[in-house]
């Protein structure tokens, strides 16, 4: 059955933001005298502001609390996040697709208030996307690797797929990746760390492994072919 709808995430896929969010991490854990982790990292990517934030807690044995995790945190990702730039081949595959009118959303473990400002200088592009799914920090719905999340946004298109199968997620983390899978979804795996740190029986799992969307080829997933190829 061929692709009809896209849902991407946001943050190492779209956006150049995890190394803003590990340089803002390491700056709230220096104080500490704690290190932010490639591993602490990994656990923490797809989830809400609130649950990152108990899991670097939790790792990292910091003397702070929920609250205080989230105000010193934003602190730093609203200085920070407004240079956020778009990955390589972004723009390039948003503009095809949606040219041949693929609906496309994003499903983000970001707040709004959050992808507001990381898309700031692309209002542009980012208009292309509805819906636009996003987790505020004390969000009741399960996060990844829950499927939930894409499960809404599916939902939520206009004309919905008639099948989840018919829906393509576009993921750097391995929480996405199970996320998708879960929700009986194809999964285009981008990594945004390095390859090895991944289970590799989630990643094999994972319809194309790509090292940017630059690679990505539409016709593999009855997709419309690049004009420029």
């Given at each position: 059955m061929s692709i009809t709808h896209c849902i991407f995430d946001l943050d190492?896929?779209?956006?150049?933001?995890?190394?803003i969010y590990t340089e803002c991490l390491q700056k709230l854990c220096t104080p500490y005298g704690k290190n932010f982790t490639t591993e602490t990292k990994l656990k923490m990517m797809?989830?809400?502001?609130?649950?990152?934030?108990?899991?670097?807690?939790?790792?990292?044995?910091?003397?702070?609390?929920?609250?205080?995790?989230?105000?010193?945190?934003?602190?730093?990702?609203?200085?920070?996040?407004?240079?956020?730039?778009?990955?390589?081949?972004?723009?390039?595959?948003?503009?095809?697709?949606?040219?041949?009118?693929?609906p496309m959303g994003i499903a983000t473990g970001s707040s709004y208030e959050l992808y507001k400002l990381k898309t700031s200088n692309h209002t542009e592009l980012f208009k292309i996307f509805d819906p636009v799914i996003c987790t505020e920090p004390t969000e009741l719905r399960l996060?990844?690797?829950?499927?939930?999340?894409?499960?809404?946004?599916?939902?939520?298109?206009?004309?919905?797929?008639?099948?989840?199968?018919?829906?393509l997620v576009f993921e750097?983390?391995?929480?996405?990746?199970?996320?998708?899978l879960a929700a009986e979804m194809r999964v285009v795996f981008v990594p945004s760390l390095p390859i090895n740190i991944y289970d590799p029986k989630i990643i094999k799992q994972a319809s194309v492994t790509l090292d940017s969307l630059l690679k990505f080829d539409p016709i593999m997933f009855g997709l419309p072919s690049f004009n420029d190829v």
């Open positions: 190492g896929l779209l956006l150049d933001t995890e190394s797809g989830k809400s502001s609130l649950e990152a934030g108990r899991i670097l807690i939790r790792e990292l044995d910091l003397p702070m609390t929920d609250e205080e995790f989230l105000i010193k945190s934003n602190a730093f990702y609203m200085e920070a996040f407004p240079s956020s730039e778009l990955l390589p081949g972004v723009q390039r595959l948003i503009e095809h697709l949606a040219a041949h009118n693929i996060t990844k690797p829950a499927p939930d999340i894409f499960l809404a946004c599916a939902k939520q298109f206009t004309n919905p797929p008639l099948s989840m199968s018919q829906c750097d983390a391995e929480n996405g990746v199970r996320a998708g």
